[in-house]
Structures are given as C-alpha cells and as structure tokens.
Nanobody, 126 residues
Framework: QVQLQESGPGLVKPSHTLFLACTVS??????????WAWIRQPPGKGLEWMGV???????YYRPSLKSRTSIARDTSKNQFTLQLLSVTPEDPAVYYC??????????????????WGQGTQVTVSS
C-alpha cells in the first residue's frame, strides 16, 4: 500500500522560503510512472492545485504560482519536494501531496488521485 507523508516547518516567516517534502513509502513498480502533485487548502477556502512533477521529471505549475514554485524529486530518499519562494500572508494553508497514474493539470478532486497524504499545516508569521 502506497503511503504519502508530508513534512516540513509548520511556521515560516514572511518573505522566506517554504520547503516541504513528501515521503513515499510502499511504492512498487507501477508507481515509477506516476505523477506527483502538490495541492493546498487555505483557511476557509477550497483546494488549490499548485503543481506536479512527472516520472520523467517534467514539471507543470499553476500559472499564478509559477514564478515562486519549484517541485523536484529525490529518488534516493523516495521523496518529492515543494519549494515556495517569498511566502506571503496568502500562503498559509494545509499542504497536501498526492499521486496519480494520469496527468491531470489543475485537478483538486481527490477522486482524480490514487494516493493522497494527510496534509501538513503551514502558518506564515514573523
């Protein structure tokens, strides 16, 4: 059974960089061809798709976040990561990582994903 677990600091200062990791466990051969995404949910708002990295390393980002977002893979650690530059008061959210067999740009429906992490809360404060 594949499991995803987000990790990272719960508190980030404004203008600093947020770095989150998603550790993948229980992955087998087929998951080597999956797409790995980051989605967030700000307080009181709906889910927001941030970006995805493919099994080839190709990345796709939400246009409004593209200039500040970077998603990468670290196969040696069975992780994929999210880097968000220059965090603002608009960035606090629960951040989720997810995996899917198919590429679904912008998808926030959990049914579009095969695996979904529990989420990690991120607060922005000085």
């Amino acid at each position: 059974q594949v499991q995803l677990q987000e990790s990272g600091p719960g508190l980030v200062k404004p203008s600093h960089t947020l770095f989150l990791a998603c550790t993948v466990s229980g992955a087998s051969g087929p998951t080597a061809f999956y797409y790995w995404a980051w989605i967030r949910q700000p307080p009181g708002k709906g889910l927001e798709w941030m970006g995805v990295i493919s099994y080839t390393g190709s990345t796709y980002y939400r246009p409004s976040l593209k200039s500040r977002t970077s998603i990468a893979r670290d196969t040696s650690k069975n992780q994929f990561t999210l880097q968000l530059l220059s965090v603002t008061p608009e960035d606090p959210a629960v951040y989720y990582c997810a995996a899917s067999k198919t590429l679904s740009l912008g998808a926030t429906d959990k049914n579009r994903y095969d695996y979904w992490g529990q989420g990690t809360q991120v607060t922005v404060s000085s």
